[in-house]
């Protein structure tokens, strides 16, 4: 994953982890809304002073804060050492450890019938797929 992916995913989660919406934010670190929301969606990457400015509010590193902390790598690290995975695993738990609703879906989707199951999780793998092609 890359650095400006893991800050948007990073950013967004501090800032609904400690019940903030974006205007609440804006106004914790002397900015405007649109420039959260564009921070979120990498629109606009973060310089120097928003990075201070969001370690400051959320009160963690910025190496936190962009995704290149050692508590994390050392989390993955046992992630792949336990089930013997490469590291685009990491990205996954990443994703999931910032993610709680996906999370809770995924629990949902394993209590399905596996018949059933499949057919959603081929639906999930083609919207998916979709989605990567219109990004490009």
Known sequence: M?????????????????????EQLAEKINVSRPVITRLETGEQAPDLSYLLSLSDAFQVSIDHLIGRDQQTNDYLYEVYGKYQADGSVSQVVDYLIKNPKMIHSLYQLLQVKTKH??????TIIRVIENSSRISE
Do not use: A, P, T, V
């Open 117 to 122: 199951r499949k057919l959603i999780e081929d």
């Open 2 to 22: 890359r650095e400006l992916e893991k800050f948007q995913m990073n950013l967004k989660f501090y800032r609904e982890q400690n019940g903030w919406s974006q």
